[in-house]
């Protein structure tokens, strides 16, 4: 079991040298990571450092990481679109696109659903690949892909127009 260096004076683990002290010079870098030391101690015979949590600092500040860029598969399948669905780059893209707007592009009621117009562009969306539905919207498009053999190009717009037809009706 390793002995713990305490106190200046300690013998370093490597060599047996007392080891002395040494204050931390401060970089504004440090500061940012979350904790940081004031001092540590050192060997002056090998140039070992040692680190105490007695001299550690807990900053509070937690360090965000960037969101990985998502790689697109060469061959896009259900499971690897679910995988982007899920991706931190979509998430990004998905909240940014919400701050546009908040209504459904087909009824015109609140909506919070980010539906893809086209996949053609699917990891580098423009906001003209995106419209912003609500569930039940959403559901419709769905069903006329599905049940009715629509292209996905062409739901949304069907979804629209059977919307302004009853409302003008």
């Known amino acids: 079991m390793k002995t713990k260096i305490n106190n200046t004076g300690d013998p370093c683990r490597k060599c047996g040298t007392p080891v002395i002290k040494k204050e931390c010079k401060f970089k504004e870098k440090k500061l940012e ?8 101690y050192a060997c002056t015979g ?10 550690k600092i807990m900053n509070g500040v937690v360090k965000k990481k960037k969101p990985k860029k998502y790689i697109m598969p060469d061959r896009m399948t259900s499971q690897n679109y679910r995988g982007y669905l899920k991706s931190e780059h ?33 990891g580098k969306e423009k906001n003209r690949d995106l419209i912003l539905v609500c569930r039940d919207c959403h559901s419709e498009i ?18 629209r127009a059977n919307y302004l037809v009853e409302e003008f009706n």
């Open 33 to 40: 990571k979350s904790y940081y030391y004031t001092a540590y």
């Open 142 to 159: 769905h069903r006329l892909i599905n049940e009715e053999g629509s292209k996905l190009k062409d739901a949304h717009i069907e979804v």
């Open 90 to 122: 979509w998430k990004t893209r998905r909240e940014n696109f919400l701050k546009t707007n908040k209504f459904c592009f087909c009824c015109g009621s609140i909506a919070n659903i980010v539906h893809h117009r086209n996949y053609g562009n699917l």
């Open 46 to 55: 090998c140039k070992t450092t040692y680190y105490n949590n007695k001299f």
